[in-house]
């Protein structure tokens, strides 16, 4: 991080259009300050770079962390919607972190990325190009109106740089090339009441884009795709931006799993979980629930972002927790969000007491979001209630005159469940269950040679919002959003929709295979019920809850 | 288990969810425990247009609450962070924009629903007499293999 040297001449108001500071600014310091925020937020504005704006959209630049890539754009859009904000994506691409987006107001671009976990801040766009000389002619025809606003603030310039580097003293020079704005307040290296930022963008691939490569001007020489990327000269890409708002991305430490009181061995990691409930449009007063809580990672997550949270597992030991003061309810309590504990209560989701007999004014329609990381059935096969023997006749186990049933040891019998059944029967759930425009957010695995070993679950009263990939060394999962629709839909021809759920078949479905009950042969074994299984141990190593 | 989670749920028994007797299920030898839970008019005046009313005068009045017979009316809170349309911003800090009857409602309603929970007990389904068991405050929901 860099300042202007205070001895370092300046050009005085030369590129100032004419508006030159009254001396009396400069001798009532406390009330400039307030001026100048005021009047950059309201009076004045930016020339745009991008000439097909309608008037009031401004461009904006997102710093995102250079993560989760596939999940960035699908995280921004639902905070959109959860915050009703008009946007325009002008500049994205999954290999770097700068993005530009014109939004209508600064209001607007704070509020956005206030709850966004895998953008870092938003800046307002000061000027762009592909080289300094073009950034200096972008700033000053967009921004020198604007100089006097921050004449007198303390304020600080940072240099970002992305997949490149620069010694401390280029990066001095670099930013005393920007000293014609002519700031005269103090620079603060701490809390300045203003920051601009250079940033600079060395994209690797950019090398493999003429236009990019172009730009990039690198001589003949040494004019070969063979060239390390990762050691470009100069950036094919920078810019000067003003720091309007940080996101939510401190929440990942708070929520870290390493400091967490109760955790299990699948437990979903802080990010993704608060990605996932943003996903989810989570936000205060709302219900949320996860079918597989677990140890209730997104339970946490959600309740993080304000929602009264539901869950229930198979296994009420995750829940209860197996040593006195390890319970997921100690999370809620660690956290201090005991408000927003729902219930946790022990149940499978193919018999669940979730629901209510229907009558007038009363919904089963009761949760805005549901959100699940199922069991991959890698371990112990997938298991739901029921016996294995589907002859076995339904009447209660007695022994020495007692129902088995009725003691407390009892542990029902489990029998192997499909994978594809799951599958169902969560999208039916969520069909049920979702409020209007609720959201179902479910991970899933799918195979990296095979992409289509899973299809997308489809339903027809939800609407797939988005995809997004996690790649691991040999395997990937991911994250399926859905929006339930308002009202009910008519099922689509020639599309294999859900199967209704008031009946278990011996469940030999296989992905795709359309469901005929004649055809269904009786498989009772983990591996025939589970693809994802039986890949797993043909050739996956390392065990999925570990990568996460 | 929450009166408010116990509104929501039925017997899992598939024969009995037609059936109404199936709704709400019946607390029988619940030992209660009260929780100091934080005071979040936001969330009640969320949670109420779910409730089943007299699905939850039924069971407050098996735990030895008394609610009234018609659900209170309230106006619906928001917040800027709510993102929920935000057709009526009122302010909740400190309670201020709630009336005093409202506010009186809701800190009945946040005793009942947030702070009351069955520790240990059952839940009986009214139409099929199974008992779903509550341990340490987690109801357990599974069903021996003869009814699924």
């Known amino acids: 991080m860099f300042c202007f040297p205070r001895a370092l001449p300046r050009i005085p108001y030369l590129q100032n259009n004419g508006q030159n500071f009254p001396l009396k600014y400069l001798l009532v310091k406390p009330i400039l300050f307030k001026k100048c925020i005021a009047m950059a937020a309201t009076v004045e504005s930016l020339a745009p770079v991008c000439s097909q704006l309608p008037p009031p959209m401004r461009e904006y630049l997102i710093h995102f962390a250079q993560v989760h890539e596939t999940f960035r754009k699908p995280e921004l859009e639902s905070l959109a919607e959860l915050f009703n904000i008009e946007y325009k994506i002008l500049r994205y691409t999954e290999k770097a972190p700068f993005a530009l987006i014109a939004l209508k107001s600064p209001e607007d671009a704070k509020t956005l990325i206030s709850r966004s976990i895998l953008a870092k801040a938003i800046y307002e766009l000061w000027g762009t190009g592909t080289t300094y000389d073009e950034l200096h002619t972008s700033v000053k025809s967009r921004t020198s109106h604007l100089w006097h606003l921050y004449k007198t603030c303390s304020f600080k310039f940072g240099f970002e740089s992305f997949n490149g580097m620069r010694t401390e003293a280029v990066k001095k020079e670099l930013i005393e090339g920007f000293s014609y704005v002519g700031f005269d307040g103090p620079i603060r290296m701490k809390n300045p009441d203003e920051l601009f930022v250079v940033m600079e963008d060395y994209e690797a691939t950019s090398i493999l884009d003429p236009v990019r490569f172009a730009a990039l001007k690198i001589d003949d020489a040494v004019e070969t795709p063979a060239r390390n990327p990762t050691h470009l000269d100069e950036p094919h890409q920078v810019y000067l931006a003003r720091f309007l708002a940080k996101s939510s991305r401190a929440a990942i430490e708070t929520y870290d799993l390493k400091k967490r009181n109760y955790i299990g061995t699948t437990s979903m990691d802080a990010e993704l979980s608060l990605v996932t409930a943003n996903m989810a449009l989570v936000s205060p007063g709302k219900l949320a629930y996860d079918p597989f809580v677990g140890t209730g990672s997104f339970a946490v997550a959600c309740a993080h972002f304000g ?22 309810r100690s999370n809620f309590e660690q956290y201090k969000i005991m408000d927003r504990y729902g219930d946790m209560f022990v149940s499978d989701l193919t018999n669940s007491p979730l629901g209510r007999v229907a009558a007038a004014g009363r919904s089963e329609r009761i949760f805005d979001a549901i959100i699940c990381d199922p069991p991959y059935g890698v371990r112990e096969g997938l298991k739901v209630l029921g016996s294995r023997d589907p002859s076995r006749p339904k009447v209660p186990t007695i022994i020495d005159g007692i129902a088995q049933h009725t003691r407390k040891d009892f542990v029902p019998p489990k029998r192997p469940y499909s994978f594809d059944k799951m599958l169902n029967d969560i999208t039916n759930f969520a069909s049920t269950h979702l409020a209007p425009n609720g959201r179902l957010c479910i991970w899933l695995p799918t195979a990296d040679e095979d992409f289509n070993e899973f299809s997308i679950p489809t339903h027809r009263n939800l609407k797939l919002e988005s995809v997004c990939v996690q790649n691991f060394n040999k395997w990937s999962r991911r994250l399926l959003t859905y929006t339930r629709y308002e009202t009910d839909r008519e099922e689509e021809n020639g599309i294999a929709t859900a199967t209704t759920d008031s009946e278990i078949l011996p469940d030999a479905v296989a992905a795709g295979e359309p469901h005929d009950p004649t055809k269904a042969k009786l498989a009772r074994t983990a591996d025939a019920l589970n693809p994802f299984r039986r890949k797993y141990f043909e050739g996956f190593k390392t065990p999925p809850s570990e990568d996460s | 288990m929450k009166l408010l989670t116990a509104n929501f749920l039925s017997c899992a028994v598939k024969a009995c969810k037609s059936s109404p007797l199936s709704f709400p299920l019946h607390f029988r030898d619940a030992e209660l425990a009260s929780k100091s839970v934080p005071y979040n008019p936001l969330l009640l005046s969320n949670l109420l247009p779910r409730l089943d009313w007299p699905a939850l005068v039924t069971s407050s009045k098996e735990l030895g609450f008394t609610l009234p017979d018609t659900k209170p009316e309230l106006p619906r809170l928001s917040t800027s962070t709510g993102g929920d349309d935000g057709d009526m911003n009122m302010s909740v800090d400190g309670g201020s924009g709630v009336g005093e009857e409202d506010e009186k409602t809701l ?40 009814l699924v």
């Open chain 1, 307 to 328: 929602a009264i949270t539901f869950g229930s597992d198979i296994d009420g030991r995750m829940i209860r927790g197996t040593k006195p003061g390890k319970s997921l």
């Open chain 2, 107 to 146: 800190k009945m309603l946040h005793k009942v629903l947030m702070e009351t929970e069955v520790v240990e007990g059952k839940m009986v389904c009214g139409s099929c007499g199974f008992e779903y068991g509550i341990h340490q405050s987690v109801g357990n929901f599974l069903l021996p293999s003869h």
